[in-house]
């Protein structure tokens, strides 16, 4: 017998689509829901659709935006010859919480995946070879899996012959960390980053 | 390294069961089908996160049910214990704790408790295809080497990107992005040097103990194993070899539709009197070769973790003759902790093992009691 009305099961299968959130916590959210009042509950949806109607993707960066430019890109304080190529608009959020950088960025909005049908043309490469003018530096921030190893040797590899500087991301020990604890790989790929003292 | 205790819940035929055993050795007997290669399995489960005899976790849950449980209490050579757990509830979800920290991947687990086990499906490591050695090995170094078995998952991930372009291009021709292949194959290369490097100076080491184990239970022949790549890796810098070998290989990947060079194609070889094992070897030359193999194995896992490995030891008896048998199990007693299968008790006698003692446990696999 089916105890539970479907209207609460229908909120409960568009909870559970979204990331971490298993059929469990859907629900918790679901009944959660059902204590609210009403313009609470109205708000809230609003703000959903709100949101779904104005954020788009930057013209120039592809970061997640309302105002195209954005306000990253339209910033002149910002050093204009340094860019940070990052897989996606939540890594940006990261390395603003650093403070270090104050470059500009740039959204890949992912990684080269043959596997998954993602080559260079489903990413924002080509924009990214057209912003190259007066830039020193590219950074390049991709996660440390195989497929980000893949698109940050394929940037490097488009932009050799280009004057400009290609870094990446330095790997290793985190702060806080004890040599004694660490796992052998990453301490192995500290060992192979490592830098002189100076 | 030694088992003490084990609780199988919804495993194979085993609704709910636990058993204690012994530091030495333990005689699993009973009738065919009784369960007793079950016990084997669920040890090998919980200390390598699978059985040796399936991948497919829903072919180890009891009839009707999607999911089992398997704890086992392991005791390191200083006594120091370790209970590892593992619960499977569907076909995706499968969590494995030691002392009750949820592990993230396997790699955690691997070489933590090993085992060597000889079982009939063995029997493939020399009767069976290039790709069952190329596993025995990777398995064998994973457990010694942790940045082997990163290397080995990373190399896996690059072939099947390239692979997947090779595809595309059998199927679609066309637009066919070079520059991502070749940083495929660079990306490729470093990974191919370091694999090579690991498996030569492993394996160096190996066929010591292989050649030192197979004369104690033969002198008349002389074994000889040999490890071969298909890019030739001799004088000069690996990873640039790897390059080369990979874009002069490019055109004929392409042709192929698949990846024909690298370690993935790694052969590793038996030769019996210089003849290949795998193409001229009688049973008796495979079987012997197989059981040097698993001593070998036992005494390079040892020498590394410096921990004594459970020997678990599937049917013995039927494989090989008895005086080599108990060649074995004497040798193996005493320092190791060993697993025997047997249908029949007597018969065990019979051959000249001592079933008297207290360093022997007997379990009858027919007769643990059900107390799900």
Same mark, same amino acid.
């Given at each position: ?198 | ?6 609780? *199988? ?9 636990? *058993? ?7 005689? /699993? ?17 919980? #200390?390598?996160? =699978? ?8 072919? /180890? ?29 569907? #076909? ?77 291009? #059998?199927?679609? +021709? +066309? #637009? ?9 194959? &660079? ?7 370091? /694999? ?28 000889? *194993? ?30 192929? +539709? ?40 036992? =005494? ?14 599937? &049917? ?36 000249? /093992? ?15 009691? &059900?107390?799900?």
């Amino acid at each position: 017998m089916k105890i539970l009305p479907d209207s609460l099961d229908r909120i409960t299968q568009q909870f559970s689509r979204f990331p971490g959130i298993g059929k469990k916590t859907a629900q918790r959210m679901a009944f959660q829901l059902l204590e609210w009042n009403r313009e609470d509950v109205q708000l809230l949806g609003e703000v959903i659709i709100g949101s779904n109607d104005k954020l788009k993707h930057c013209s120039v960066c592809n970061l997640i935006t309302e105002a195209d430019p954005c306000p990253v890109c339209l910033d002149t304080r910002r050093d204009a010859s340094i860019l940070c190529v990052v897989e996606d608009s939540k890594d940006v959020l990261a390395l603003e919480e650093t403070s270090r950088f104050n470059g500009k960025y740039h959204i890949l909005g992912g990684v080269l995946s043959p596997l998954e049908g993602i080559g260079p043309d489903q990413l924002h490469i080509k924009s990214l070879m057209a912003r190259l003018d007066a830039i020193d530096e590219i950074i390049v921030a991709m996660n440390p899996s195989v497929e980000g190893e893949t698109t940050s040797l394929y940037l490097a590899k488009l932009l050799q012959d280009r004057q400009i500087k290609i870094t990446r991301l330095a790997r290793g020990i985190p702060t806080g960390g004890d040599l004694e604890y660490i796992d052998g790989v990453t301490l192995g790929r500290a060992l192979d980053d490592r830098h002189e003292l100076k | 390294m030694l088992i003490k205790s084990l609780t *199988m819940i919804d495993f194979r035929k085993y609704e709910q069961v636990s *058993m204690n055993f012994g530091s030495h050795t333990n005689i /699993l007997h009973g009738e065919n089908g009784a369960g007793k290669t079950t016990i084997l399995e669920a040890i090998h489960s919980l #200390a390598y996160t =699978r059985s040796f005899k399936t991948r497919l976790d829903a072919d /180890l849950a009891r009839h009707g049910r999607v999911g089992y449980q398997l704890k086992g209490l392991f005791s390191d050579h200083q006594g120091i214990e370790h209970k590892v757990r593992l619960k499977v509830e569907s #076909a995706r979800k499968k969590i494995v704790s030691v002392d009750n920290n949820n592990l993230k991947s396997r790699a955690e687990i691997i070489g933590r408790f090993p085992l060597v086990s000889l079982t009939p499906e063995d029997g493939e490591l020399t009767f069976g295809s290039p790709e069952v050695r190329r596993l025995f090995f990777n398995k064998l170094l994973s457990q010694v080497d942790p940045a082997y078995l990163e290397q080995l998952q990373i190399y896996a991930r690059i072939l099947k990107q390239r692979n997947s372009m090779l595809q595309t291009y #059998a199927i679609d +021709g +066309g #637009a066919f992005d070079r520059i991502l292949i070749a940083t495929l194959d &660079d990306q490729r290369a470093k990974v191919s040097a370091q /694999l090579h490097q690991a498996r030569s100076r492993h394996l160096t080491e190996f066929k010591k103990l292989l050649y030192e184990a197979y004369g104690q239970l033969e002198q008349e022949n002389s074994l000889k *194993m040999a490890f071969r790549s298909n890019v030739r890796v001799t004088a000069g810098e690996p990873e640039g070899l790897y390059r080369k070998a990979y874009q002069d290989s490019l055109a004929e990947d392409l042709r192929k +539709g698949t990846t024909t060079r690298g370690p993935h194609r790694d052969l590793f070889t038996f030769f019996l009197n210089t003849k290949d094992l795998r193409k001229f070897g009688s049973q008796g030359e495979h079987k012997l070769v197989l059981v040097a193999v698993k001593f070998a194995e036992g =005494r390079f896992l040892e020498s590394f973790l410096k921990e004594p490995p459970v020997f678990l030891l599937d &049917d013995l008896f039927a494989e090989l003759d008895v005086k080599r048998s108990l060649m074995i199990v004497e040798s193996l007693r005493g320092d190791h902790q060993i697993f025997i299968t047997a249908t029949d008790l007597a018969d065990l006698r019979h051959h000249g /093992l001592t079933v008297e003692g207290d360093s022997l446990q007997v379990i009858d696999a027919g007769k643990i009691q &059900d107390h799900g």
